[in-house]
């Protein structure tokens, strides 16, 4: 079991969602070391008592617990590998744990390379977006040994009320793919549900006091719908991740067999407003395909 008199832990990748997380850390009593490519995304951490460090090296010479919550599978691999990476810098019992949404295949790799250096590397993918960062109400979903996830089981419910062990190394982002593929359908049908209000002359926020309570209800239609209609297409998840994401997701249930229609008109649309600059915008942002 963990605790905070006597664990260091590493946080790299300070983006929308890190940020908060790093600070429940800090609140908790930990000591927290963070790096990102830009050190003023980490101003606020450090003002409320994280140090920085300028290289992934130096935290994993410094930390016995380092989380790492980036955008791409390429970022995860320039952070683990090569000599200046995590795993060749880390210390033998330290927790690796990514956060990141990657492939299972680099999650398997990662935890293999790890293991040969005495490491525990763990791929715990979440959702729940800004919302359930800042308010530490993620669902955090868990692939690693078993005896590896109850060690760190302590810190991750820092972070989330809804943690799970997936399985075996990989299985967490496997999960995540679950996810994914829920979400990119539903999202299709939240932008309908609100377009198809407005053009029968419905009032938009009154029709969402009755579906989202009832059958129709998700989380995107209760949480993302009134920022569309707010016309608020900041981001709490970036369109540029959602469609990694479904490359991922796609590329994986090509290797099983499996087709994918919902999934692959969801990216379909999402690569369409990717195109037309909306790759930095939230995954609400779909919302304007049938307005443009």
Known sequence: MLNPENTVIGFIGIGVMGK??????????YSVI?????????TDLLSQGA????TPKAIAEKASVIFTMVGYPTDVEEIYFGEQGLIANGTPGSYFIDMTTSAPSLAIRIYEEAKMKGIQAIDAPVSGGDVGAKEAKLSIMVGSEREAFEEVRSVLELLGTNIVYQGKPGAGQHTKMCNQIAIASNMIGVCEAIIYAE????????VLKSITTGAAGSWSLSNLAPRMLAGNFEPGFYIKHFIKDMRI???????????VPGLSLAKALYDHLAEKGEENSGTQALYKYWKN
């Open 34 to 42: 963070v790096y990102s490519r830009t050190k003023e995304k980490a």
């Open 249 to 259: 997701a796609i590329d994986e249930a090509d290797k099983m067999g499996m087709e």
């Open 199 to 206: 053009k029968a002359g419905l009032d938009p926020e009154n």
């Open 20 to 29: 908060s997380m790093a600070g429940h850390l800090l609140k908790a009593g």
């Open 51 to 54: 140090s920085w460090e300028a």
